[in-house]
T-cell receptor, first 114, second 116 residues
Framework: AQKVTQAQTEISVVEKEDVTLDCVYE???????LFWYKQPPSGELVFLIR??????QNEISGRYSWNFQKSTSSFNFTITASQVVDSAVYFC???????????FGSGTKLNVKP | DTGVSQDPRHKITKRGQNVTFRCDPI?????LYWYRQTLGQGPEFLTY????????KSRLLSDRFSAERPKGSFSTLEIQRTEQGDSAMYLC??????????????FGQGTRLTVV
């Protein structure tokens, strides 16, 4: 079965705190892609990052960083020095190559308070 | 190109009416997806097109739903005899598939349907 689990329903932090959003996925495909999307109140899903199953190199982009670990089937996302504008719902998604579609988690709502 | 466009952004309709939504993908993208998102949930797959061919439909897509993508450009999603359970955000996304490589999908802002 293809599945994405985001166990954290809602997280609240104070501005400038670091926050990590967890994502665990299930797939038997050996080739797959993992994504993080941000959904602000306006509703549009904004692409943040894409990783393929053969690339476990972790990445830092500005205040964002990602930790991909195949051994634990996790693809976690960290925001450093959070800002109020980071407040949104964040979705982790799995794209198994043999299924040709995205499987989304249920999302984590991040509230960053000033 | 400014991204994926969806029209309308909001639609309120009475139960039993038909509604049609439009999606204009990024121009060079050959794959187009429709997803549905209900409150507090992640998007759920409905259907996708590769160029003009509809290659897969979810079981969520009952007989009252139909999607088209004539000429492999824009797509329409029609819901006939709407029910209150159809109330949701309908999201369209597009991506470029070249061989076995699929780029990230870019989503539109969605059409929020409310059936009263």
């Amino acid at each position: 079965a293809q599945k994405v689990t985001q166990a954290q329903t809602e997280i609240s932090v104070v501005e400038k705190e670091d926050v990590t959003l967890d994502c665990v996925y299930e797939t038997r495909d050996t080739t797959y892609y993992l994504f993080w999307y941000k959904q602000p109140p306006s509703g549009e899903l904004v692409f943040l990052i894409r990783r393929n199953s053969f690339d476990e190199q972790n990445e830092i982009s500005g205040r964002y960083s990602w930790n991909f670990q195949k051994s634990t089937s996790s693809f976690n996302f960290t925001i450093t020095a959070s800002q109020v504008v980071d407040s949104a719902v964040y979705f982790c998604a799995l794209y198994p190559d043999n299924f040709n579609k995205f499987y989304f988690g249920s999302g984590t709502k991040l509230n960053v308070k000033p | 190109d400014t991204g994926v466009s969806q029209d309308p952004r909001h639609k309120i309709t009475k139960r039993g009416q038909n509604v049609t939504f439009r999606c204009d993908p990024i121009s060079e993208h050959n794959r187009l997806y429709w997803y549905r998102q209900t409150l507090g949930q992640g998007p759920e797959f409905l259907t996708y097109f590769q160029n003009e061919a509809q290659l897969e439909k979810s079981r969520l897509l009952s007989d009252r739903f139909s999607a088209e993508r004539p000429k492999g450009s824009f797509s329409t999603l029609e819901i006939q005899r709407t029910e209150q359970g159809d109330s949701a955000m309908y999201l369209c996304a597009s991506s470029l598939v070249q061989g076995i490589v699929n780029t990230e999908a870019f989503f539109g802002q969605g059409t929020r349907l409310t059936v009263v």
